[in-house]
């Protein structure tokens, strides 16, 4: 365990040759010898934890056995397609374009995610844009309870808190865009006998910031173990373009630009590393504030936040529960 | 006020209570420590309180401090309804 002694910003620096190689040695042993696969599907979002993800496993199983899926859809932005675009070229990896935009419009995605935020703003429609996001964590001790924010096509911004119905609501229809994905990855997984390889880092993995069977779904999650700022350092090491390094982390997922920070982790990412690091490390709330810029008092909301997150990523976590263990399904061994 | 402790206990034990034997639990115990309460379970929480007592709920008022626990979220809502009589009877209040 880690002593108050050594805690400091510098406390998640990395050797990143030392790590890659460990993380590399690791898909190769889990890719190709646990699950016999040739090679790997990476869904590239135009952002920083696909394109290490990505990077890793071309250095792991060579270039040639590593397939980069864009998959762009009516509402994502155009960036994101043009910076995965740009990382594919820029590693030599294989990659082609998926627009899931039709598949999401037939099975009522966008529809669904409009009728639901109408239930508090019952004059969104066509040409309107819409993000849900989180009060400050830090401002005030309130409640992470959603509110949609909404632009009319004339520019007029609405803000609305979120009733249980219309939350729920608008997750679950938003969450075909995930789901839908996944199921892409996997189409091209079967056909070329890859491995999908998921793509999220400790923060979104331990915290439940994914889709439960959509982005959380995968075969292997090579930098679920590290913190975002590693995750940069990693970025950095292996060559992904400045242009990425330089992006701040979106969600990408609502027609307004929506900030990861504003819904999800309330605070900025960096922060809440170390604020995540500090709690895993038994580091005291006053030490972890005064690196972080925070008070005591701040940081316990943080802290209280992270296992409120905790919990509910026990469900999101699970894999089918039984009534009874059926021993032959546990592998060679057993 | 008793009455309305009982009915946010009663929503309480009927929404956030899923094991028998669970409802040993008091009026003052802290939603968030006991882990009783999620997040989810507060907007559901708020949403019960706003509907069936017809109070104006604001942003600023989802604090701990008024939803922490059975005794506090009833005490949120005598006062709010206290509030609201008072505007009502008020002629000169617009």
């Not at chain 2, 506090?72 to 002629?91: C, I, M």
Request: hydrophobic content about 40%.
């Amino acid at each position: 365990m880690n002593t108050s002694a050594v805690f400091s910003s510098r406390v998640l620096e990395i050797d990143p040759s030392n790590l890659a190689n460990e993380i590399e040695r690791g898909i190769r042993e889990i890719v190709l010898r646990r699950f016999r696969r040739k090679g790997a599907v990476v869904a590239l979002s135009g952002g920083i934890d696909s394109s290490v993800t990505a990077a890793l496993c071309a250095q792991a199983l060579g270039k040639d056995h590593v397939l980069g899926v864009l998959m762009p859809e009516y509402e994502s932005s155009e960036e994101s397609l043009r910076f995965a675009n740009l990382f594919a070229e820029a590693i030599g990896i294989p990659s082609l374009v998926e627009n899931i935009g039709p598949a999401l419009e037939a099975v009522g995605c966008y529809h669904r995610r409009d009728e639901a935020i109408r239930k508090v703003i019952p004059e969104y429609g066509a040409g309107w844009k819409s993000k849900i996001v989180l009060p400050n964590l830090v401002e005030g001790s309130h409640y992470q309870i959603f509110s949609v924010v909404a632009q009319s096509p004339t520019g007029e911004v609405r803000r609305a808190r979120l009733t249980p119905d219309a939350y729920l609501g608008i997750v679950a229809a938003t969450n075909f865009k995930q789901r839908t994905r996944k199921m892409l990855e996997y189409y091209h997984a079967d056909r070329l006998w890859y491995a999908v390889a998921g793509t999220p880092n400790r923060l979104e993995h331990a915290l439940g910031f994914f889709v439960k069977n959509g982005d959380g779904s995968a075969d292997f999650k090579p930098i679920a173990h590290l913190y975002k700022t590693q995750v940069y350092q990693l970025g950095k090491f292996l060559g992904v373009p400045e242009e990425i390094l330089r992006r701040p982390p979106t969600t990408d997922t609502y027609s307004l630009e929506q900030s990861q920070e504003e819904f999800y982790f309330s605070l900025p990412l960096d922060k809440m590393d170390l604020c995540l690091y500090g709690k895993n490390n038994g580091v005291s709330a006053e030490e972890i504030g005064s690196v972080v810029g925070l008070t005591a008092d701040q940081v316990k909301r943080v802290f209280t936040t992270i296992d409120s997150k905790l919990r509910a990523t026990v469900y999101l976590q699970s894999p089918p529960q039984l009534i009874q263990p059926v021993d032959e399904t546990r592998g060679p061994g057993h | 006020m008793q009455a309305i402790e009982q009915e946010v206990r009663q929503f309480v034990v009927e929404n956030f209570l899923f094991t028998a034997g669970d409802s040993q639990f008091s009026d003052t115990d802290s939603f968030l420590e006991t882990g009783l309460v999620d997040s989810m379970g507060i907007l559901n929480l708020v949403e019960f309180v706003r509907g069936k007592y017809a109070i104006p709920i604001d942003d600023e008022e989802l604090v701990p401090e008024h939803w922490d626990s059975v005794r506090q979220v009833a005490e949120f809502v005598q006062r709010k309804l206290g509030g609201l009589s008072h505007q009502r009877v008020d002629p000169g209040t617009s």
